[in-house]
Nanobody, 122 residues
Framework: QVQLLESGGGLVQAGGSLRLSCAAS????????MGWFRQAPGKEREFVAA????????IYADSVKGRFTISRDNAKNTMYLQMNGLKPADTAVYYCAAGDRPTSIESEYNAWGQGTQVTVSS
């Protein structure tokens, strides 16, 4: 089982950028698909982006396409989410997750981090 820890969240003005990191421990990271999800106050957790174990398959939610970029470095056991053009609507707790395949379906991920807060001011 892989253990996950997010970092890089913070407060940023609209139009700004942040880079989230998800550090993984455990030997299965390089064979795991990874995803980012987020949960805004009073809302259900939603899919943001996912990447296959080798990075060959990437999917994004329509709401972030063209602004966010997911990537991973298996040598460093770390996944990233580069967020540009941030909007107040992007304010949420961001979670990374590990699973068997890159998918937007939350239930298909079997390991989760504790989350990192991203706040975008207008």
């Amino acid at each position: 089982q892989v253990q996950l820890l997010e970092s890089g969240g913070g407060l940023v003005q609209a139009g700004g950028s942040l880079r989230l990191s998800c550090a993984a421990s455990g030997r299965t990271f390089s064979r795991s698909a990874m995803g980012w999800f987020r949960q805004a106050p009073g809302k259900e957790r939603e899919f943001v982006a996912a990447i296959s174990w080798a990075g060959g398959m990437i999917i994004y939610a329509d709401s972030v396409k063209g602004r966010f970029t997911i990537s991973r470095d298996n040598a460093k056991n770390t996944m990233y989410l580069q967020m540009n053009g941030l909007k107040p609507a992007d304010t949420a707790v961001y979670y990374c997750a590990a699973g068997d395949r890159p998918t937007s379906i939350e239930s298909e991920y079997n390991a989760w981090g504790q989350g990192t807060q991203v706040t975008v001011s207008s």
